[in-house]
């Protein structure tokens, strides 16, 4: 399969994950949304490291997991907090950070 279409099916992943994070209101899907990003960077990386026949690509990859890994973890663990004591995830009515 050409690079492009691999590059091309990144691309529309990245716009639904983009489109995701500006429209949706809940926080979980703008976490889900933001993964879906991340996921269409990883494409991207393989498509490329493959191409190449290099391993940097790859390497790139693990990177990313390891970044996603982490934003879940403390993205979830907020939510769960925010949840217990607002008893809403919708970023509209949240405003913690207004004095």
Not at 16 to 37: D, H, K, P, Q, T
């Amino acid at each position: 399969m050409p690079l492009a279409h691999y590059l091309i099916l990144s691309a529309i992943l990245f716009a639904i994950g983009v489109a995701g994070v500006l429209l949706r209101r809940n926080a979980i899907v703008i976490f889900m949304s933001i993964e879906l990003m991340l996921n269409a960077v990883n494409v991207t990386f393989v498509a490329f490291a493959a191409h190449h026949g290099s391993l940097e690509g790859q390497i790139f990859v693990f990177f990313v997991m390891v970044v996603a890994a982490a934003e879940v973890a403390v993205g979830l663990a907020l939510m769960v907090a925010i949840f217990r004591l607002r008893a809403t995830v919708f970023v509209d009515e949240l405003n913690l950070m207004k004095w």
